[in-house]
């Protein structure tokens, strides 16, 4: 069966470390991948997208990796600050307009 | 520019009611979407719009759910009747047209069935 998997567990880290996030997934073969910010009470928000024939994307603090031998992306922010704090969520586009939602992770950033 | 907007914002009814939801996308986007996310998922895709008609529906429950897209511009999105397991937060995201890889989300409709 097709799947998306996040750490279901939060990730606690100290102020200033580098937060690094799995995405993992079977049987898809995505066009791409992007990883989005959900705040309690919001909706997702676009973060960075990156497409199957790129190993890594970044933005400021954010760097993506994409390895579609593993069939895993990681999401890292470094320097990580506490209005970092969010629920992280990454979506593959499987091609046909459709795009999947991952659980989501859940970052803690302590001062 | 202005973002996502939909209301209410909360919502608590008994079950077998039925209850509707609005989502007015940003101005020019041709693409709707309405997605369910029910605590500690992630959002799962109900209905799929382009302009006024629907691109994919296959997980929208269709014996309850029901939207519309009049004019491809508002939408909303209806359930009757309402059962426990509906009990979820209603995002609503607009993207300039299909192939457009970011979408941009509402604040969502959180959803109680009592």
């Known amino acids: 069966s097709q799947k998306i998997e996040q750490n279901s567990e939060a990730l606690n880290i100290q102020e200033g470390k580098t937060a690094t996030l799995t995405c993992n997934y079977t049987n898809y073969s995505p066009a791409y991948l992007q990883w989005y910010r959900q705040d309690p009470g919001r909706g997702p928000v676009f973060l960075l997208l990156i497409r199957e024939n790129e190993k890594e994307k970044r933005k400021e603090r954010l760097k993506v990796t994409f390895d579609t031998t593993l069939k895993q992306s990681l999401f890292h922010i470094t320097a990580s600050q506490p209005a970092d704090s969010a629920t992280y969520l990454c979506a593959l586009y499987t091609g046909g307009f459709k795009t999947i939602f991952g659980a989501g992770t859940r970052l803690f950033v302590k001062a | 520019e202005a973002g996502v907007a939909q209301s209410p914002r909360y919502k608590i009814i008994e079950k077998r009611q039925s209850v509707a939801f609005w989502c007015n996308p940003i101005s020019g986007h041709a693409t709707l979407y309405w997605y369910q996310q029910i605590l500690g998922q992630g959002p799962k895709l109900l209905i799929q719009f382009q302009n006024n008609g629907v691109v994919d529906d296959s997980q929208l429950p269709k014996d309850r759910f029901s939207a519309e897209r009049l004019k491809g511009v508002d939408s909303t999105l209806k359930i009757q009747p309402a059962k426990l397991e509906d009990s979820a937060v209603y995002l609503c995201?607009?993207?300039?047209?299909?192939?457009?890889?970011?979408?941009?989300f509402g604040p969502g409709t959180r959803l109680l069935v009592l």
């Open positions: 995201a607009s993207s300039l047209y299909s192939m457009e890889e970011t979408q941009y």
